[in-house]
């Protein structure tokens, strides 16, 4: 599974880009806003930094201009840059015209098969099931990762499965498990795959035991 990083905070991606943990980086409206910055300036840090897609995302509701910022949000990047659009009938049209362009599109806001299904048909690169905000109205999010996975293997399409709206480490391992081809998160739920209670506690009585040896490594 490709890990996307969630964020358009360019220092925490660099961090984990140093890493290798960053296959990719999705932004949207929102976290552009959190980050204080202009988009431009800040897509253009992101896509020279990463080699990976990077998502940036329209805020046109009509097809024609969703087209036109697209094409605009293209020039900032090294053929790197995935057209974010949302899963409406406009956005889907310019799904169609983007990608039938060759260009990578990321159909977001997914929140149920059927919206994958038309995604796919319309050649989204990429489709975004938002699991934490299905599961913010007690629904499972999971459930819808696993029907889309079923419904394209059935017929073989390509879009990538790109699972968003991740909350939880735990979330992370569910989407591998049923076979999501992406996950996006923020930096703070990819840090947080690393830990472990049982990791902490054995580390500590290691090092424990180690004070009482009274000898030094270095
Ligand atoms: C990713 O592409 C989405 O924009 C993001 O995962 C949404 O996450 P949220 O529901 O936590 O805002």
Redesign the pocket.
């Known amino acids: 599974m490709k890990f996307?990083v969630?964020t358009a905070d360019t220092a925490a991606i660099r961090e984990l880009h140093e890493l290798g943990m960053v296959d990719g980086v999705?932004?949207?409206p929102?976290?552009i806003h959190k980050s204080g910055r202009n988009i431009k300036e800040v897509i253009a840090e992101i896509a020279e930094m990463v080699d990976g897609p990077v998502?940036a995302?329209t805020v046109a509701t009509d097809y024609e201009t969703m087209v036109k910022e697209g094409h605009e949000v293209l020039k900032l990047g090294k053929g790197n840059i995935a057209v974010?659009v949302p899963l409406t009938w406009d956005g889907l049209r310019a799904c169609k015209h983007l990608s039938s362009e060759g260009h990578m599109v990321?159909v977001?806001?997914c929140f149920s098969a059927n919206q994958a299904l038309l995604a796919a048909k319309a050649g989204a690169t990429f489709i975004?099931p938002?699991i934490?905000?299905l599961d913010d109205l007690n629904l499972d999010g999971m459930d819808l990762i696993a029907d889309i996975r079923e419904i394209y293997d059935n017929y073989g399409f390509k879009t990538q499965i790109?699972a968003?709206?991740?909350?939880s480490a735990n979330h992370m391992s569910e989407a591998a498990k049923i076979g999501a081809d992406v996950a996006?998160?923020?930096p703070d739920v990819i840090k947080k795959m690393a830990s472990h209670v049982l990791t902490d506690k054995g580390l500590a009585a290691f090092l424990d035991d180690w004070a009482k040896t009274g000898q030094s490594i270095l």
């Open positions: 996307f969630d999705t932004t949207n929102s976290l998502s995302e974010k990321n977001t806001l975004s938002f934490g905000r790109l968003a709206s991740i909350r996006t998160a923020p």
